[in-house]
Nanobody, 123 residues
Framework: QVQLVESGGGLVQAGGSLRLSCAAS????????MTWYRQAPGKQRELVAH???????NYADSVKGRFTISRDNAKNTVYLQMDSLKPEDTADYYC?????????????????WGQGTQVTVSS
């Protein structure tokens, strides 16, 4: 079993910062890509930031220059540093990971999701 647990959400004023963490645990052989998504009330879930296992990253245009995704492979953890927060960043933030796990005598890659953490930015 694999679990992803997010933390770090909360209430912050516009212009402030938060750092989200997402830690993976369980029967993990290797974590490939890790991604942060968000979903605001009444809106579709959107990709915020993505980091591959080689460290390459990409971001939604709306967060470029303000958010930074990083990962600590030794801790199976991905981070999202969010600076210069705006009210429109208010959403539930989820992490997802493509993880290679033991499947019988071999390995398979599966996608796992965390339970989400709420971020509220007040104006």
């Amino acid at each position: 079993q694999v679990q992803l647990v997010e933390s770090g959400g909360g209430l912050v004023q516009a212009g402030g910062s938060l750092r989200l963490s997402c830690a993976a645990s369980g029967s993990i052989f290797r974590i490939n890509a890790m991604t942060w998504y968000r979903q605001a009330p009444g809106k579709q879930r959107e990709l915020v930031a993505h980091i591959s296992n080689d460290g390459s990253t990409n971001y939604a245009d709306s967060v470029k220059g303000r958010f930074t995704i990083s990962r600590d492979n030794a801790k199976n953890t991905v981070y999202l540093q969010m600076d210069s927060l705006k009210p429109e960043d208010t959403a539930d933030y989820y992490c997802a990971a493509l993880i290679m796990v033991p499947t019988g005598p071999s390995f398979g890659t599966k996608e796992y999701w965390g339970q989400g953490t709420q971020v509220t930015v007040s104006s």
